[in-house]
């Protein structure tokens, strides 16, 4: 019997669903057939796959160790047949739709420039560009949702291939009418504006300042950047974030830039990809040369 793309697409459904009568609805087969694919593919490897807990079926050690490998196979088909059918080259490996996960700064203010610039490049090109907080940027990848993912504060999850794209400055910024000039002791006492647990910002903020004010006396937060910089431009407190989210309200004058003796801030932003999901060209064109 030879290993077959639906009985690893039955076994996927599966274990995502956890009984062959759910994974047979996700997929329109019926029960028996969704029953028999999994036989068959246990037969193969000559070991259950699943527990069977009451009518649940789950995962055992050999079915964890088959999931992910299952799992990008399948999306790598799905991705050459979807390319064959739109009349692509797969000898080229040139993509015609890319599928990106990005944390709301880089998604946001990074990225639609350079989507900007590859479209003009291949006009024919699709890019589907999601955006989340970091948390949801790496569940994106390790579901192999999307091509690859790009946040902007470290990756914690294992498995993953995570690498440096490129460097974020931060700067410090309040209300217009703020005072210019802050010393250590007025930014420890100040309120400061921060993200949700789980964003990259707030991760990466929190490593650039609490080594110099030691902790915050007063914060406020907030679920994503443009509420923080509307809550700074209302005088709410101060805010670090990249220099690239902030250059319409700088050039508005509603925003300043804070002197402070702290040294320049920056952050990296990281490139996070699942192993099981191919580089494509489109990709470097998009990020430039981060395949490594």
């Known amino acids: 019997m030879r290993l077959t793309l639906r009985q690893l697409q039955v076994f996927v459904a599966i274990a995502d669903q956890g009984s062959t009568t759910a994974a047979g609805q996700a997929i329109a087969l019926s029960q028996s057939a969704s029953s028999a694919a999994l036989q068959e593919l246990e037969a193969h490897f000559g070991t259950p796959l699943f527990d069977r807990i009451g009518r649940r079926l789950a995962l055992n050690g050999h079915g ?21 059918a739109a009349g692509g080259d797969p000898s080229q490996g040139a993509p015609l739709r890319l599928v990106l996960a990005a944390s709301t700064t880089i998604g946001n203010y990074l990225l639609p420039p350079r989507i900007a610039q590859l479209l003009r490049q291949a006009p024919q090109a699709e890019v589907d560009l999601r955006i989340d907080n970091s948390a949801g940027v790496v ?9 690859a993912g790009l946040i902007e504060g470290p ?33 420890r006492a100040a309120r400061w504006l921060l993200r949700e647990p789980g964003s990259g910002t707030r991760e990466a903020v929190e490593q650039a300042l609490l080594p110099h004010l030691r902790g915050f006396a007063q914060t406020l937060q907030l679920g994503n950047t443009e509420a923080i ?15 690239h989210a902030l250059e319409e309200p700088l050039a508005l004058g509603r925003l300043r830039i804070l002197e402070t003796p702290l040294p320049a801030l920056h952050r990296t932003l990281w490139l996070v990809r699942h192993p099981g999901k191919r580089w494509l060209p489109g990709l470097q064109a998009l990020l430039g040369d981060v395949s490594g």
């Open 64 to 84: 964890r160790a088959l999931l992910e490998p299952a799992r990008a196979l399948l999306v790598n088909a799905a991705d050459l047949e979807r390319q064959l």
């Open 139 to 147: 569940a994106a990848v390790q579901r192999l949702d999307v091509d």
């Open 155 to 187: 990756c914690h999850e294992r498995g993953l291939q995570v690498t440096a794209w490129q460097q974020d400055p931060l700067v410090i910024v309040a209300a217009a009418d703020a005072p210019p000039r802050w010393s250590l002791d007025e930014l």
């Open 229 to 243: 910089k509307q809550a700074a431009i209302a005088g709410l407190g101060l805010a670090c974030l990249s220099r």
